[in-house]
């Protein structure tokens, strides 16, 4: 598992000249270096360099931490080399176990020596086995406890290992050799599984010519298949009756004129090349006819060895296929590093980057976990349910997604991708642009703050389900802090563009993960300190959505807007000119729009940043059923200004605004800062037509502007008497209307002037004297104290033209001529209007 798990391991130290020399003497597979204690990862993929030197171990007690000061670590050089020397006695023992088993009943002196030798040895690496570090097949990280290496080896080849260990040989001849034992040799076998561990390392080493390494191991495979079944028939031959041993392949086999009935006294190396040419010619399924099963015992063994013959014949024929067509994994494997060891030769890469893609290389050659090329043919709805099965549970976790909706989730889940990342890696750094959003599901890594000065400041750790990354690329900002793998990592990218465009379509997920940026407290002060930046981002995103609505109200794309604001839109927000998105669908007249934000409870009377309402929106660009509609919603035209806005509407000669206006209530008597009425602007440029809606509206005729001008007088002042004459209706059917045409309510819209004469209208000229212009008061008494005071005479009555008496103040008109009837030794006055 450990060599499985393992990475491609550091570069050698020869210098970097370039050329096939140095790619010769590069040694890609050296198992990566293990010391990091811990690492989360999931069994599937955590693989890493780690270093020797590190070996945090947990402290149980005293004898345990004697014991941990010998723990090994794998990649140690002394333990490198006792692996090839166990290598060699695990040969010498694999090939001999089944000799021993079929040749031999008791071993002879010389090899009872070399056996227990051989015991010596492995004794003393079953003793290393309890001191052997290795990687948890669950977490894949470097295990240095003593307890738990023990457990591992106790579950593993623990009872095999040391049942192997017995002398057998010694047994079988203190039991009084009785067969039955002999057969526990063939536990010693376990050993071979040193013999295919080297031959796996030697694969992947390119400093070897692959089709060589591959080569000796089919030959290696197929001598020790034969070389057992050899050991077997010969086996099958001795353990028959010495009586019956004739009825054996051996014992009735005559070679030309050569005869084995006596065949136990023949040399050892001829009965062993007997047996392994029978075996050989049987697996080759040649059958010249000379050796043959003779027995039932050799006929069932020989068919059960061809029937195992043609399982290794397909198995060597097609090994043999694969080094031709050059098609399996490990020779994909081994030129890819080539090239890379080249590129990264002519380019002088450093030490460090090297480790790096060799390790991730071997990594990927080694693990199953780049879904990418095994689902790559799997259509994309079934890659998105499996993405999701494995993913979204740790999303669910995750702060920033907390109280998001599922469907958000959803989305984040099928777009995620796994990536391992090696202890001492940067994956983040400090000031730079980030385009990749990271989750944590295994592992340790650290938030580092660099200083100006160059000091380093850890200011947090991420573990399991937490995130980095989404700070600036949600806030738009340079990365604030770098990122370091402390242990083995396995992370779930998601890159910017798709995170941009799930937030863009889930406003208010995307809102409630700027909100859990602010709250997380693991970003500390920091974190705090971006607050404002944040904060800032999440006003622009709501006034970015508000354009978003109000564009589709404006293009009056219905279906979009409702999906918008399924999606948590808010449709009363407003854009940065203050308008709702019923101010621009009423402005374009569309009323099914405009009926669904109506019932959307949009404010139907919420004015923009010029004052304007969704019902002046509608009244300004002519259409007339929305503002109907609004209207009967209880829309109100609530005009700013309205005495500008309809006196430029008079002045622009729109007589249908001001139609519309007049119709949804707007104040016909509205006056401008000079205080002119729409009436005033309509009778000065003469038009005739917007005067008479305006009268027909209520406007009055009476009202003076800043400088005491009526409507009346702006007419008269232009000289069009149509203008005039229709005023001057206007003006009288007003003075009627007014209640018991009191004089008040006159004196509040006009005020009148008159001349005073003091003389009699039908007296002398020579007695004619100029006059005095004068307000008219509210009576006619004050209007004889007035005229006696500045003439300075004394009078009882004032008479009209005609020389009627006026006895009433009321009954005198604006410019009216007035004569002051003086006493006898005063002379007559007389009044002439201006």
Same mark, same amino acid.
């Given at each position: ?111 009872? *020596? ?83 561990? *080297? ?500 406007? #009055? ?98 008479? #009209? ?34």
């Amino acid at each position: 598992m450990a060599h499985g798990a393992a990475a491609a391991a550091a570069a050698s130290g020869a210098p970097e000249s370039g050329g096939d020399r140095l790619m010769e003497i590069e040694f890609e597979v050296e198992e990566i270096r293990e010391g990091i204690q811990a690492s989360r990862g999931s069994r599937l993929a955590l693989l890493a360099r780690e270093f020797p030197a590190i070996r945090p171990l947990r402290r149980r007690g005293s004898s345990e931490e004697l014991l941990s000061q010998f723990v090994i670590h794998p990649d140690n050089r002394l333990y490198q080399l006792w692996i090839h020397f166990i290598l060699i006695w695990a040969v010498y023992s694999s090939f001999f176990t089944p000799m021993e088993f079929g040749f031999f009943r008791g071993l002879p002196r010389n090899l009872l *020596f070399l056996d227990i030798a051989g015991q010596g040895v492995f004794f003393a690496d079953f003793i290393v086995q309890f001191l052997v570090a290795y990687r948890d097949p669950h977490t894949y990280r470097m295990v240095y406890n003593p307890s738990a290496i023990a457990i591992r080896y106790f579950r593993s080849c623990f009872v095999v290992d040391f049942l192997s260990l017995f002398p057998w040989d010694l047994i079988y001849k203190v039991c009084g050799r009785k067969e039955q034992l002999r057969y526990l040799l063939w536990i010693r076998l376990c050993r071979v599984r040193k013999v295919t561990d *080297f031959f796996q390392k030697m694969e992947k080493d390119i400093r070897i010519n692959y089709l060589f390494t591959r080569i000796v191991k089919l030959i290696a495979v197929e001598l020790y298949c034969t070389h057992t079944a050899a050991c077997i028939f010969y086996y099958l031959a001795t353990t028959f009756p010495e009586s019956k041993e004739g009825y054996t392949w051996i014992g009735s086999l005559t070679l030309g004129e050569y005869n084995y009935t006596n065949f136990r006294e023949i040399n050892f190396w001829r009965r062993y090349l007997t047996s392994l040419y029978f075996a050989i010619v049987t697996m080759a399924t040649v059958g010249y006819g000379d050796i043959h099963a003779v027995n039932m015992r050799e006929m069932v063994f020989t068919m059960i060895f061809v029937s195992f013959d043609m399982i290794l014949g397909a198995y060597l024929i097609g090994n043999m296929t694969a080094l031709i067509v050059k098609g399996s994994k490990t020779e994909r494997f081994r030129d890819k590093m080539k090239d890379l060891i080249k590129y990264m030769n002519r380019n002088r890469l450093g030490k460090d980057i090297r480790d790096q893609i060799k390790g991730h290389v071997r990594l990927q050659y080694e693990s199953s976990y780049t879904e990418a090329s095994v689902l790559q043919d799997i259509p994309v709805s079934i890659r998105a349910k499996i993405s999701e099965d494995l993913y979204k549970p740790y999303i669910e976790t995750i702060h920033l997604f907390k109280g998001c909706s599922s469907e958000f989730i959803h989305q984040i889940a099928i777009r995620l991708q796994e990536e391992f990342f090696l202890p001492g890696e940067v994956i983040l750094e400090q000031g730079n642009a980030v385009d990749q959003l990271y989750f944590v599901c295994d592992g340790i890594l650290e938030c580092v703050g660099i200083g100006e000065d160059g000091t380093e400041e850890t200011v947090l750790q991420f573990e399991r389900n937490s995130s980095f990354g989404e700070i600036a690329i949600l806030c738009n900002i340079p990365q604030p802090f770098s990122v370091r793998v402390c242990e083995l990592c396995r992370l779930l990218r998601l890159d910017r563009q798709s995170f941009t465009n799930i937030l863009e379509v889930y406003f208010v997920d995307a809102r409630t993960a700027l909100n859990n940026v602010l709250e997380g407290s693991e970003y500390n002060t920091r974190i705090k300190q971006l607050e404002s930046d944040i904060t800032l981002h999440i006003e622009r995103q709501e006034a970015e959505l508000a354009l978003k609505v109000n564009s589709a109200a404006s293009h009056g794309d219905l279906n979009h807007l409702k999906s918008l604001i399924r999606a948590g839109a808010d449709p009363k927000k407003t854009d940065y000119d203050g308008r709702s998105p019923l101010h621009l669908a009423a402005s374009r007249g569309y009323e099914n729009m405009v009926l669904f934000l109506i019932h959307e409870c949009v404010d139907i009377n919420i004015p923009d940043k010029y004052g304007n309402t969704p019902l002046l929106e509608a009244i300004k660009n002519k259409h007339d059923r929305v503002a109907s509609l609004l209207f009967s919603k209880g829309a109100k035209l609530c005009l700013s200004d309205a005495g500008s806005q309809l006196c430029a509407a008079v002045a622009r000669g729109d007589a249908g605004f001001m139609k519309r206006v007049l119709s949804y209530g707007a104040d016909p008597n509205s006056k401008d800062y000079d205080h002119h009425t729409p009436l005033h602007i309509a009778a000065g440029e003469g038009l005739y037509l917007i005067a008479e809606v305006l009268l027909q509206a209520g406007a #009055s005729v009476l009202v003076e502007d800043r400088w005491g001008m009526t409507p009346l007088d702006e007419a008269r002042k232009r000289g069009s008497s149509s203008i005039i004459k229709l005023l001057e209706d206007a003006e009288c059917e007003e003075l009627i209307k007014l209640p018991n045409r009191s004089r008040d309510i006159r004196e509040k819209t006009q005020r009148y002037k008159c001349t005073v004469f003091p003389y009699h209208p039908w007296g002398p000229r020579d007695e004619r004297r100029e006059g005095i212009v004068i307000w008219v008061p509210r009576t006619i008494e004050e209007l004889i104290r007035s005229a006696e005071e500045l003439l300075e005479c004394s009078a009882s009555c004032i008479l #009209s033209e005609d020389g009627g008496k006026i006895l009433d103040a009321d009954l005198i008109s604006d410019g009216q001529s007035l004569y002051l009837r003086v006493d006898s030794h005063s002379s007559t006055s007389s009044t002439k209007v201006n």
